[in-house]
Every structure is written in C-alpha cells, then in structure tokens.
Nanobody, 122 residues
Framework: QAQLVESGGGLVQAGGSLRLSCAASGRTLSSSVMGWFRQAPGKEREFVATISWSGGFTNYAHSVKGRFTISRDNAKNTVYLQMNSLKPEDTAVYYC???????????????WGQGTQVTVSS
C-alpha cells in the first residue's frame, strides 16, 4: 500500500510560481505512472499532467501546457509539478496519484494523496 503526500501549495499572485511535491512512502513508485489532478469548488476533478515511470514521456492538459512541468526523482520517490505563470483559474486542490498506465482518466489511478490547496489571486 502506497501513501502519497503532497506539499508546496499556498497563496500566490497571478503570474507567480509554485512547485508542488508528492512524496511516496510504503512502496516504491519507480515503476508507476504518476499524475497530477486538480479540483476546484463545484467542479469535477480534472487531469493536469502525467509522467511515465522513466520520466521519458509526459502529457499535459491543454490549459496548462507551456506553463506547468511535471518531473520525477525515482531515487527520492518524489514527483514534482512546477507551475509558472499562474492564473486565478488555476485555483484548486491539487492531487497526485499513481497508476499502472499512462492515462488522463482519474479512474485509472490506484493511489491518491490528500491534496494541497493552491490559490491564485488576481
């Protein structure tokens, strides 16, 4: 059983940056696909980014492409989401998750963190 813990969220002004981290414990995630999702109040959870186990393949939602970068350090069992040029519409709770295959569908992900709040002020 894997436990995922996100950190790095907070309040930032529009145009600013944040770096989210997702640390795994309980099992190694070096062979897992990792993803970031977000959920704003009153909205469904949506895909943000995903990365293959090797880090060689990444995929992004259109809304964040060119602004967000997903990366991983398997030696540290940690996945990151660098968020630049943040916009008020990026405000949400951000979740990391682990899956067996590359997918943007949340139902494909087996393990989830508790989430970290990101608030972008205008």
């Amino acid at each position: 059983q894997a436990q995922l813990v996100e950190s790095g969220g907070g309040l930032v002004q529009a145009g600013g940056s944040l770096r989210l981290s997702c640390a795994a414990s309980g099992r190694t995630l070096s062979s897992s696909v990792m993803g970031w999702f977000r959920q704003a109040p009153g909205k469904e959870r949506e895909f943000v980014a995903t990365i293959s186990w090797s880090g060689g393949f990444t995929n992004y939602a259109h809304s964040v492409k060119g602004r967000f970068t997903i990366s991983r350090d398997n030696a540290k069992n940690t996945v990151y989401l660098q968020m630049n040029s943040l916009k008020p519409e990026d405000t949400a709770v951000y979740y990391c998750a682990a899956a067996k295959k590359i997918d943007s569908d949340p139902s494909s992900y087996d393990y989830w963190g508790q989430g970290t709040q990101v608030t972008v002020s205008s």
